[in-house]
């Protein structure tokens, strides 16, 4: 920081109260929550949001994509901002903290700047950006994609949720729909804080994740479709098993992300298989093929294998295969200041660290294009997340927040 070997600390117990007080909106039915973008929920979530905001002196922004932005003026008019901030929306079946971390780790640090009387060069904003989990409406991160210029604005607000509702209607609904124009605002840095999402930081007994990278990603949708017919009257020899071709994929996805270890995953997530009886072998299988890894040419080998073999060994079983990428981003390599600044604020609190790779896309992955962008992590019980069992310790939600505080403060400059 400004000042080195200043031991600040941010208000654990006043963080964690927030946190459980964000909670009690959108709860889910197993103590998690499900929050889901531009719902009721998200709506009250955000007001609470903006009410903590309002009282901690800052001022509100919202652009037309709902990302809203508090605001902490610094002493330096002409200044770029250091933003801070992560999402409040969940899964369907989402934890207290994905996401939800992130935002009120960065209105704590204004909280405690503001205990502190302590003024910075840069203004500092707190941003809560719309949809990260792409549950309702996909892709993920859709709100930070417009934001850095990777989706049009237009077609984002045309996306539709299961029922036929467009992202622009339900945000125009729920009352965030905001006047200022996506990606106008220009920045000094963003910092994220996460949970992990993954077991590693809890296995190694490591208080911080000092995150390098983050994972690319592809989403592949595939159909395989067959002939519906009778699963007892059909002989074997003559059935076109759609259900066959996915048992058959799921395991090549496997035997793909095992070739390229390490840092390299693959499952299939979402099916749907139709008619969806019992007595009816499937005629049609739609799902969704995830694959990840943070080196760019072995993610692409990796589709590229999958493309060229998923095909054939659906002829060799007589049904057809169609595919179509949905998602997608390349692997991000934070920056080496914004990285060094976490890095160093975890030494100097005594924290113990290790550099880690995102197992998870974040918002930072896409502001990382149009701005030096680092990430920090803390440990969740078991690596279980996107799960109501989702669990952190106070401590871990503290550490990680007082590295949050350090490096950004030490980004926007103390004015002594």
């Given at each position: 920081?400004?000042?080195?070997?200043?031991?600040?600390r941010?208000?654990?117990?006043?963080?964690?109260?927030?946190?459980?007080?964000?909670?009690?909106?959108?709860?889910?039915?197993?103590?998690?929550?499900?929050?889901?973008?531009?719902?009721?929920?998200d709506?009250?979530?955000?007001?609470?949001?903006?009410?903590?905001?309002?009282?901690?002196?800052?001022?509100?922004?919202?652009?037309?994509?709902?990302?809203?932005?508090?605001?902490?003026?610094?002493?330096?008019?002409?200044?770029?901002?250091?933003?801070?901030?992560?999402?409040?929306?969940?899964?369907?079946?989402?934890?207290?903290?994905?996401?939800?971390?992130?935002v009120?780790?960065?209105?704590?640090?204004?909280?405690?700047?503001?205990?502190?009387?302590?003024?910075?060069?840069?203004?500092?904003?707190?941003?809560?950006?719309?949809?990260?989990e792409?549950?309702?409406?996909?892709?993920?991160?859709?709100?930070?994609?417009?934001?850095?210029?990777?989706?049009?604005?237009?077609?984002?607000l045309?996306?539709?949720d299961a029922?036929?509702?467009?992202?622009?209607?339900?945000?125009?609904?729920?009352?965030?729909?905001?006047?200022?124009?996506?990606?106008?605002?220009?920045?000094?840095?963003?910092?994220?804080?996460?949970?992990?999402?993954?077991?590693?930081?809890?296995?190694?007994?490591?208080?911080?994740?000092?995150?390098?990278?983050?994972?690319?990603?592809?989403?592949?949708?595939?159909?395989?479709?067959?002939?519906?017919?009778?699963?007892?009257?059909?002989?074997?020899?003559?059935?076109?098993?759609?259900?066959?071709?996915?048992?058959?994929?799921?395991?090549?996805?496997?035997?793909?992300?095992?070739?390229?270890?390490?840092?390299?995953?693959?499952?299939?997530?979402?099916?749907?298989?139709?008619?969806?009886?019992?007595?009816?072998?499937?005629?049609?299988?739609?799902?969704?093929?995830?694959?990840?890894?943070?080196?760019?040419?072995?993610?692409?080998?990796?589709?590229?294998?999958?493309?060229?073999?998923?095909?054939?060994?659906?002829?060799?079983i007589?049904?057809?295969?169609?595919?179509?990428?949905?998602?997608?981003?390349?692997?991000?390599?934070?920056?080496d200041?914004?990285?060094?600044?976490?890095?160093?604020?975890?030494?100097?609190?005594?924290?113990?660290?290790?550099?880690?790779?995102?197992?998870?896309?974040?918002?930072?992955?896409?502001?990382?294009?149009?701005?030096?962008?680092?990430?920090?992590?803390?440990?969740?019980?078991?690596?279980?997340?996107?799960?109501?069992?989702?669990?952190?310790?106070?401590?871990?939600?503290?550490?990680?927040?007082?590295?949050?505080?350090?490096?950004?403060?030490?980004?926007?400059?103390?004015?002594?």
């Amino acid at each position: 920081m400004a000042a080195p070997g200043e031991n600040l600390r941010i208000n654990g117990d006043r963080l964690w109260d927030s946190l459980m007080e964000m909670a009690k909106i959108g709860p889910g039915v197993a103590g998690g929550n499900n929050r889901q973008t531009l719902t009721d929920e998200d709506a009250e979530g955000r007001a609470l949001f903006q009410k903590w905001c309002d009282a901690a002196g800052c001022s509100m922004a919202v652009d037309q994509m709902g990302n809203m932005f508090a605001r902490r003026e610094g002493t330096d008019p002409e200044a770029l901002p250091v933003y801070v901030g992560s999402h409040l929306d969940t899964q369907p079946t989402g934890g207290k903290y994905d996401g939800v971390l992130g935002v009120l780790g960065g209105l704590e640090v204004i909280r405690t700047l503001n205990d502190l009387g302590i003024q910075t060069k840069h203004p500092i904003v707190v941003t809560n950006w719309t949809n990260e989990e792409g549950t309702r409406f996909a892709p993920a991160m859709l709100a930070s994609g417009v934001f850095a210029g990777k989706h049009p604005l237009d077609w984002a607000l045309e996306r539709e949720d299961a029922h036929g509702k467009t992202f622009g209607e339900e945000l125009e609904r729920i009352g965030w729909k905001g006047q200022e124009k996506v990606g106008d605002r220009k920045m000094h840095a963003f910092f994220e804080l996460h949970i992990e999402q993954g077991p590693i930081l809890e296995a190694e007994g490591k208080d911080i994740g000092v995150v390098t990278h983050g994972q690319g990603l592809r989403w592949i949708e595939c159909t395989v479709t067959g002939k519906e017919s009778h699963t007892g009257s059909t002989p074997m020899a003559m059935r076109k098993n759609a259900g066959r071709g996915l048992a058959l994929i799921t395991e090549l996805v496997h035997e793909i992300a095992m070739k390229n270890q390490p840092n390299a995953v693959g499952a299939i997530g979402h099916i749907d298989v139709y008619p969806n009886s019992r007595n009816i072998i499937p005629g049609k299988v739609v799902f969704t093929v995830d694959m990840r890894t943070h080196l760019l040419d072995k993610l692409n080998d990796m589709v590229d294998e999958f493309m060229e073999r998923a095909p054939k060994l659906c002829k060799e079983i007589g049904v057809s295969f169609d595919s179509h990428i949905v998602g997608q981003f390349d692997p991000p390599a934070f920056d080496d200041t914004c990285v060094a600044a976490i890095r160093d604020a975890a030494e100097r609190l005594g924290y113990s660290h290790m550099n880690i790779v995102s197992g998870a896309g974040h918002d930072a992955c896409w502001i990382n294009d149009v701005a030096p962008t680092a990430m920090v992590m803390c440990p969740c019980v078991d690596g279980l997340s996107h799960n109501e069992a989702e669990d952190i310790t106070k401590d871990w939600a503290a550490a990680g927040t007082d590295v949050l505080f350090h490096a950004v403060v030490e980004t926007a400059g103390i004015v002594r």
